[in-house]
């Protein structure tokens, strides 16, 4: 645990000099190479532990009435740790080519980088601590490091309004989620994690269940599932894209961690409690897909389909759920280790994908793709790693995104012994996980087509050219990493297999060997799927060689229209308008128009907008709130006292009822 430590304290200095009054290019050195020097001390600790080491466990002394603060790392956290803070430290790499226009302004970019070293620092607490107060501090630092990088062009009140809209949701997820706590403290006398544990498994009932429901909500939030996600569009929208990218592969997954160690912490679950957790994230998944199809901003496509994959991953640890609750330890760990594979594979290509997107608005300053196109020529490496990573989010062979849902599938069509009524519900829920699947392929094909084919829509847009090297790195070691998972799916399946032994030990189960059939078909999908790419390559490099002098280009043809203009080509919206037209009732569109007039009209327009129908929804019930308030306040009168006395009144009467109704008798 010392290199923890010391990590922790290398972080805290780093960020305390990036504040130092140095150049910016100089508190950006600093900031990296701090992450740097931590990611590596992380990684001696945590890779161990992830590879069957044993646990670790620290204590730190604190005055009363904490008295001791309890630190532990043990296989789960080793796997959150092992990717969260090298993805930090690329996300670093990145934002030095983002902003470097920002380096010779006025801009002090040393807080932005202290910024993401307390990101990483947070990572640190919450993945190890085992002490309630170190899990929530470590929370509260991510959240409101979160927030102070999302509203890094604070002078525009749209980013204010994002950043506003996160900070208030993730501290209603606090509020759930220290409720909980403090119901577990109550009952188990410590603030230990293990000793929340000891009591949530020993004591099955309605307390338990009000914690499991206070707890998800909490994650819930913390995760964007649906309908906790409408802060995630705007968030991710408004971000710099390396805090999009940081947010929704790396920070929220906290939120996926703490659902996973709480439902293990529980031992055996109820069946409701799996079932519920399925339905949510499939219903999250659904809506999430659906809703990636109808806009118009690149990163707020993107924003969706997080919402969209932590469902995914949500379904795998309902069927997770199921399986420690029917005591069946195959169906147990392929829900788990398929949900926690997701969350690593989901992490690799979102990341590569919010890169892209943050190339992409560098280059003509804008992410509305109703503007853009034609970008393929301009850009080859930008358009060759959204296409990668729009192949792995659609689960499409033969890269990462394949394998994860693939053994989420095998979950939910697992021969197992179980209730027929209960195969069957799990057949539904792998329908709509494949038309989940189909939908996801049509939003990334459309967001490529429009964004990187055909030619510009807008002519006032600047004329785009690649990114520099740092931002071109992040976005190759991404694609790396998701065409690796997915050509060799032992690799993940070995990352997952020491948390699953955690899952398996309430079961009294101490190995991953039910994997091992379905680890063994995997191996030979990456086989399959290793000889794919390589035949792609090769043909690559082929054509290469052999196509010396390159094609003539000329118009797309018109069907006799000798004419054509950028303006005919399909639009986003055009492009999705027959699909939308099936899901109106969920997927909310906005017709703006001006019909043209005078002979010779200049500017007519239609514009079509899909808006979130929660917030849209959650607006209006505040609207009518306030109305109603203060049409209350008008008929009451500040100064009479009898107001007063009877709100009094009215609260002891139920502070009392509630004493004599649930209140224990001294003793």
Known sequence: MNALFAAVVILLAGAAACLLPLRNATRAGIGVLSQVAATGLVWTTAVPVLLGGQPLAAELAWAYPVDKLHISLDALGAFFLAWSLPMTLLGSVYAVGYLRPYFNTGRHLGLHYALLNFTSLSFILVYTGDHALVFLLGWEIAALAAWLLVIWDYTNQKVRFAGFNYLVSTHIGLIFLVAAFMILYTHSGSWGLDSFGDWLRRNPGPERNLVFLLLVTSFGLKSAFFPFHSWLPRAHAAAPAHVSALMSGVIHKAGLYALVRFIWLMGRPDEWMGWSLIAFSACSALIGALYTV???????????????NVGIAGIGFGVGCLG?????????AIGFAGGLLHVLNHAFFKCQ????????????????????????????WTALSFIIGGIAISALPPLNGFTSEFTIYSGLFSNAAIPLGAKAALCVVAAVLAFVGAVSALSITRAFGVVFLGAPRDSDAARPS????????????????VIMLGVLPALGFMLVQGPTVIALSSLSVSDTTVLAPLSATLSKIGLISAGLVT????????????????????????CGYDAPNPRMQYTGAGFSSDFSAHFRSVMVLVRRQKAPADYFPSDAYVLTYCVDAVERRLFSVIRRGDASAS?????LREDDPRIAFAAGLIAMVIIAALVVLVGEPLK
């Open 631 to 635: 049409e209350l306040s008008k008929k």
């Open 466 to 481: 690649e990114v520099s090297r740092w931002m071109l790195v992040p976005i190759g070691l991404h694609a790396i990493g």
């Open 535 to 558: 035949a792609i390559a090769m043909m690559w490099w082929l054509r290469a060689k052999l196509v010396r002098q390159p094609a003539a280009n000329h118009v797309t043809w018109g």
């Open 324 to 332: 420690l609750s029917w005591n069946n330890s195959a169906l147990a």
């Open 353 to 380: 994908l919010f890169y892209a997107a943050g190339a992409v608005y560098q280059a003509t300053h804008t992410v509305n793709m109703e503007k853009l196109g034609g970008l393929a020529r301009l850009m080859p």
């Open 294 to 308: 109808g806009q118009r901003d690149l990163k707020r496509l993107l924003g969706y389909s997080s919402t969209e």
